[in-house]
């Protein structure tokens, strides 16, 4: 009887661990699924934000093209005597980074402008902006044109001169 418990107990002890054994292995076998699933949504979204981010550059690459040339027409028209463009003069070109921001970069003499006229040239560039974005394609809502596009602004030799403030893209600071 005794030799027949121990024979039953063993024997337990062996479908117990063989069952513990299967288990684990399922559990692996669960573990390297997950881990595909992981890896593969991963794999999926990089590829979507490559994709989104080509489209974007691409977006932004028409975009600057669009605003070279009505740049080059306002200061034409500025420079034919029309003063409603006097302020693409001071402008020595603009570069598109985002949906959101830009780099313009002045001339020298910006610098010697008040700040109330600095002011409307920066606004001028912002609705030049906003305006050749809309005219490439580039989705520009009402709430874009009222909130305005951040500006940062350099000499030509990339000496920061101010930017737009963070609380309000129309309002600026200068150095």
């Given at each position: 009887?005794?030799?027949?418990?121990?024979?039953?107990?063993?024997?337990?002890?062996?479908?117990?661990?063989g069952?513990?054994l299967?288990?684990?292995?399922?559990?692996?076998?669960?573990?390297?699924?997950?881990?595909?699933?992981?890896?593969?949504?991963?794999?999926?979204?990089?590829?979507?934000?490559?994709?989104?981010?080509?489209?974007?550059?691409?977006?932004?690459?028409?975009?600057?093209?669009?605003?070279?040339?009505?740049?080059?027409?306002?200061?034409?028209?500025?420079?034919?005597?029309?003063?409603?463009?006097?302020?693409?003069?001071?402008?020595?070109?603009?570069?598109?980074?985002?949906?959101?921001?830009?780099?313009?970069?002045?001339?020298?003499?910006?610098?010697?402008?008040?700040?109330?006229?600095?002011?409307?040239?920066?606004?001028?560039?912002?609705?030049?902006?906003?305006?050749?974005m809309?005219?490439?394609?580039?989705?520009?809502?009402?709430?874009?044109?009222?909130?305005?596009?951040?500006?940062?602004?350099?000499?030509?030799?990339?000496?920061?001169?101010?930017?737009s403030?963070?609380?309000?893209?129309?309002?600026?600071?200068?150095?």
């Amino acid at each position: 009887m005794k030799r027949s418990i121990k024979f039953t107990a063993v024997a337990l002890s062996f479908l117990f661990v063989g069952s513990t054994l299967t288990a684990c292995s399922s559990s692996s076998k669960d573990q390297d699924s997950y881990k595909q699933s992981v890896n593969a949504r991963r794999e999926s979204l990089r590829k979507s934000r490559e994709e989104k981010s080509s489209a974007e550059n691409e977006q932004i690459k028409k975009a600057n093209d669009q605003l070279a040339q009505d740049l080059k027409g306002n200061q034409d028209d500025a420079n034919n005597g029309d003063h409603n463009y006097d302020y693409s003069t001071y402008v020595e070109r603009i570069e598109i980074k985002s949906a959101t921001q830009a780099h313009v970069y002045v001339d020298e003499s910006f610098m010697n402008l008040d700040d109330e006229a600095k002011t409307k040239v920066g606004n001028s560039i912002s609705n030049l902006i906003l305006r050749s974005m809309a005219t490439s394609g580039m989705d520009i809502q009402p709430e874009d044109q009222k909130r305005g596009i951040y500006l940062a602004f350099y000499t030509g030799g990339n000496k920061a001169l101010g930017h737009s403030r963070f609380t309000n893209y129309n309002e600026y600071k200068f150095y």
